[in-house]
């Protein structure tokens, strides 16, 4: 199952809360999310890494793709 979230425009901490709520709700999957600042990516990925998912990025015009993976 895949879910996406859309965090552009927000400001730190909604992003990772948003997120955050998005994995506990998840059994496994992969979550999308899409954020257009660095700050965002690096709090997002710092929190999925440290919870134990794995975490791909993919940058396209200034924006990121941020795919957390929970097995």
């Known amino acids: 199952m895949s879910e996406r979230i859309d965090a ?4 730190c901490p909604q992003p990772v809360i948003l997120v ?6 998840m059994e496994k999957g992969n ?6 600042t660095v ?13 134990g998912y794995e975490v791909m ?4 015009a200034g924006e990121f793709l941020l795919i957390i993976i929970k097995e």
Do not use: H, Q, T
């Open 39 to 51: 700050a965002s990516k690096e709090n997002i990925s710092r929190m999925a890494r440290n919870a």
């Open 57 to 60: 990025v993919e940058e396209k």
């Open 31 to 36: 979550l999308e999310v899409l954020v257009d």
């Open 8 to 11: 552009r425009g927000l400001s």
């Open 20 to 25: 955050k709520k998005a994995i506990e709700k």
